[in-house]
């Protein structure tokens, strides 16, 4: 049976949406369609693509995540030269070895840019801070000037993973015009909204996949210093736009896998820790469909 899917971000805590994959897939489910942002964009591609949840999990266990913290090279140690790329380069690792990665992950699949792929089958959102708006890709480059058909889907996803601060934003040329894109998560974490609109009747069912408690069972932020309040700020600008979009949907359609103890950019991981997350993963979306009904 085809479906829609939507996976959310969540950085290293992705580990749980191929688990829930997994689950997915053994339940006799096939994507049509699929949308994500930051780490829910890696797992849509490699899904569209065509691969497995066990290829997609073996792709990334023998991966050394730490190949993606791809400092600059200096001379100046890195406790102090990070300042300088904070303020110069906007953040302290360049992304281009996540890109990298996933332009050989694509092409074993033969896949490369938009073009490529059936129409409307993937969708990534990203954040434009320059222009100040949400955009999805490939669909808005043709308000940049850019053919969506030849935009590499890799340079898509890393425009939807780079965490502000941590990654460099990339900068999407249009003319003689520059615009500074990061991380889709700023503006919007979960693109559910992209398949399952207010008032317009559904294809197929739309099935999402979120690293999140419930909105009932949310834990409050503790704020006692700076730090807190703007890890707390950060996670409501994240999270406000889909939250109030869950609500009024009433989360029947949506596998919620809670990941606390794990940092978004925990890339030091230990396999213990992914195959915890992976088995979390495929438990709450197992749990889930005892229930679902599409």
């Known amino acids: 049976m085809y479906i829609d ?28 369609r699929v949308a994500g942002t930051s780490a829910g964009s890696i797992v849509a591609a490699l899904a569209v693509a065509n691969y497995s949840s066990k290829e997609i999990y073996e792709l990334v266990d023998e991966l050394d995540l730490k190949q993606f913290l791809d400092l600059r090279t200096s001379i100046v140690p890195f406790s102090v030269a990070k300042w300088f790329w904070l303020y110069w380069k906007l953040g302290l690792y360049k ?10 992950a694509l092409s074993k699949k033969g896949l490369k840019t938009f073009g490529d792929l059936p129409p409307h ?36 996803i890393r425009m939807s993973c780079s965490l502000p601060y941590f990654f460099e934003p990339v900068k999407l040329k249009s003319g003689n015009k520059t ?34 408690h419930n ?11 700076a730090i807190q309040l703007f890890e707390a700020l950060f996670e409501t600008m994240k999270d406000a736009h889909d939250s109030r979009y869950i609500s009024r949907k009433h989360e029947k ?8 103890g794990v940092l978004t950019t925990e890339f030091q991981l230990t396999n213990e820790k992914k195959k ?19």
């Open 95 to 104: 992304g281009a070895q996540l890109e990298k990665w996933l332009e050989e």
């Open 179 to 212: 615009s500074l894109i990061v991380d889709g998560g700023v503006l919007s974490n979960f693109p559910m909204w992209l398949f399952d609109a207010e008032n317009v009747k559904k294809i197929r069912p739309v099935l999402g996949i979120k690293l999140s």
């Open 121 to 156: 089958s993937l969708r990534v959102i990203a954040s434009d801070l320059t222009n100040g708006r949400m955009i999805i890709l490939p669909d808005d480059l043709v308000q940049y000037g850019i053919n969506p058909n030849t935009f590499s889907i890799a340079k898509a």
């Open 5 to 32: 899917g939507v996976f959310s971000g969540g950085g290293i805590k992705g580990f749980a949406l191929i688990g829930a994959y997994e689950a997915i897939e053994q339940k006799g489910f096939k994507f049509k």
């Open 276 to 294: 915890a997350l992976f088995d979390l993963g495929r438990k709450q979306a197992n749990q889930f469909f005892t229930r679902w009904g599409y």
């Open 215 to 225: 909105l009932n069972e949310r834990p409050q932020n503790e704020i006692n210093n």
């Open 253 to 260: 359609n949506i596998i919620f896998i809670p990941t606390e």
